[in-house]
């Protein structure tokens, strides 16, 4: 059974502060996504990661992805109040030429604390 | 251009009844998927249609159908509900086609459905 373990699944930091959200996935897959979900609202694309050593930044977020040891990180540079959110790692499966079949982690609650 | 358009985006049903939900993806974007939300088991995949056809199909019982339109639209129904069923239910549209390319969903804002 396909597995996509995020963690830690909730995570309180101080603004100013680093941190590394880990997503594991268990099947051999070379593309990977962050989303982001604010409370009561839908998810937003963040991060599309299609190849081994593959990185994206975006502001105090950058995504990696290592497809050797499927593992993607999701690393918070100097956190602020405004990335208070639920963050989400998800793999792309592909069967038989069908798209739209990605597998979510939990996800990983963030709040960010002054 | 505008997003993926879900409705309705609140309804509150009882034990039984079934439920009709209705998706309009983004202008062009021929995929169309959809996913149930709930606190524990998070983001579930449905089933995902591409002109006309289901492609694949998550592990649900048979009470969740879906259908998609001409033009795209989407359509998913839930039969004889059960008090589990209450979840945030969010469809996603894409370019989709098989490709090696990116499948980046863009999702709509979601219908909440309450059972009682």
């Known amino acids: 059974e396909l597995k996509v373990e995020q963690n830690p699944l909730f995570l309180s930091m101080q603004e100013g502060k680093n941190y590394t959200i880990y997503c594991n996935y268990s099947t051999t897959s070379d593309r990977l996504y962050w989303y982001r979900q604010d409370p009561g609202k839908s998810l937003e694309s963040l991060f599309v990661?299609?190849?081994?050593?593959a990185v994206k930044q975006e502001g105090r977020l950058m995504a990696s992805l290592d497809t050797k040891a499927r593992l993607s990180t999701l690393h918070i540079t100097a956190a602020v109040h405004d990335l208070s959110a639920t963050y989400f790692c998800a793999v792309d499966i592909i069967e038989g030429g069908s798209q739209g079949n990605l597998i979510f982690g939990k996800g990983t609650k963030l709040s960010v604390k002054p | 251009k505008a997003g993926v358009t879900q409705t309705p985006r609140y309804l509150i049903k009882t034990r039984g009844q079934q439920v009709t939900l209705s998706c309009s993806p983004i202008?062009?974007?021929?995929?169309v998927s959809w996913y149930q939300q709930t606190p524990g088991q998070g983001l579930q995949f449905l089933f995902e249609?591409?002109?006309?056809?289901?492609?694949n199909k998550g592990n649900f019982p048979g009470r969740f159908s879906g259908r998609q339109f001409s033009n795209s639209r989407s359509e998913m129904n839930v039969s004889t509900l059960e008090l589990g069923d209450s979840a945030l239910y969010l469809c996603?549209?894409?370019?989709?086609?098989?490709?090696?390319?990116?499948?980046?969903?863009?999702f709509g804002a979601g219908s909440r459905l309450t059972v009682l």
């Open positions: 249609y591409f002109s006309e056809t289901q492609r």
């Open positions: 996603a549209s894409s370019l989709a086609g098989y490709s090696t390319g990116a499948n980046v969903l863009t």
């Open positions: 202008s062009g974007h021929r995929s």
């Open positions: 990661l299609l190849s081994n050593g």
